[in-house]
């Protein structure tokens, strides 16, 4: 019987990151849109999907996003920020900010809420509007929390997911 040592078990760094990569792509999750206007009121936004609760007290959030995106400098400088949780009807709703063609898009329609301190989809499956909070590097993503301070929720329960490259809803 032969016994892998460690470093034959781990194998090399780019062996690492693309099974780390594929490993991800098989974690089903909702799609959110992250939003916030500049200093211009111009709205901004990017789709993650490492969104999560961190505390209910005080109610807290938690997301993750890439240091190189367009929309990290103005997330970083906003006092408060959108998070659209995105309903199975809304895939539409997210292309413009996954597909570059579409960027111009992005808040172009009457879908958008742009009245109140961020950005917020109307009829999402939930939007939360969150006071930005403490925001961290660690290697690519930056990692920003923000405290809810009020949340909308649909009633019908069908979120928009994404999993392997693709999206898709979920049935329970």
Known sequence: ??????????????????????????????????????????????VVTSMTSLTFEPPTILTCINQSASAWPVLAQADCFGASILHSSQRAAAQPFVDRALHSRRFGDDLWDLQGAAPLLSNAQVTLLCRRGEAMLHGSHHILLGEVVSATIREDIDPLVYLDGRFGSVIV
């Open 1 to 46: 019987m032969h016994v892998r040592s460690v470093a034959e078990k781990v194998g090399t760094p780019a062996d690492l990151l693309g099974d780390f990569r594929n490993a991800m792509r098989r974690l089903a999750a909702s799609v959110t849109l992250v939003t916030a206007f500049d200093s211009e009121q111009k709205p901004h936004g990017i």
